[in-house]
């Protein structure tokens, strides 16, 4: 079992560092944030959203779940995301998943018992309506397809959304973009699925 402490000890050098090369980021970081973009991420501890885009703190705003979802009822993240885009005024919502989710695997092989059983029926309404593509790929292919497949619905989602719906009806500035993230190669895929106003409607992304 590693030592907590460790972990302050490792806070204290990172900041020493940090103000060490930027005597005003702490001071600047505190007076207020302005981030372009909103992550909606899955909460796996290998895809950590600013190291990734090598962005420094302050420059996106972070939501992350198992499997990256967005659900309708969830007000965690509905909240976020108003926060978002209402306050912060976020050009880009980006929901981002990632190969080999353990969230997606489970999804997959059903059973389970507890929170995360109910928490992955999305997923699973997901891979029902994808049945025939999904039937005809072998184990990790259908994984991997659904991942990609799981992020597209959650876009849709995404713009499903009063939050973004009003946003676009008031002409802000916003897209919303799926991307999916390969941790064998450290690589973000566009998947090409973005959608910037009330004209890009999840039907088109995911069909009716």
């Known amino acids: 079992m590693g ?66 979802l967005a659900p309708h009822n969830d007000f965690n993240y509905l909240s976020v995301l108003q926060y978002a885009v209402e306050v912060l005024k976020v050009h880009h919502v980006i929901v981002t998943g990632h190969y080999g989710c353990g969230g997606i695997r489970a999804a997959l092989k059903g059973g389970g018992s507890g929170f995360i059983t109910g928490w992955l029926e999305m997923i699973r309404d997901v891979a029902d309506r994808h049945r025939e593509e999904l039937d005809g790929l072998d184990e990790e292919e259908r994984v991997s397809r659904l991942c ?22 008031r002409g802000q500035p916003l897209q919303v973009h799926g991307w999916i993230y ?27």
């Not at 990609?148 to 009806?169: D, I, K, M, P, Y």
């Not at 895929?189 to 959608?195: G, K, M, P, S, Y």
């Open 148 to 169: 990609e497949l799981n992020v597209v619905h959650q876009v849709a989602n995404v713009c499903r959304s009063q939050v973004v719906r009003e946003a676009w009806g």
């Open 3 to 68: 030592d907590i402490r460790s972990l302050l000890d490792n806070n204290r050098r990172w900041a020493e560092g940090i103000q060490e090369e930027h005597p005003e980021f702490f001071p600047q970081l505190a007076h207020q944030q302005a981030p372009d973009y909103l992550w909606i991420g899955c909460a796996d501890s290998r895809v950590p959203a600013n190291q990734i885009v090598n962005l420094p703190p302050g420059e996106v705003f972070v939501h992350r779940n198992i499997a990256n």
């Open 182 to 208: 390969a941790l064998n190669d450290g690589l973000l895929r566009d998947l090409e699925v973005t959608a910037a106003g009330p004209e890009d409607t999840p039907e088109a992304l995911v069909g009716p």
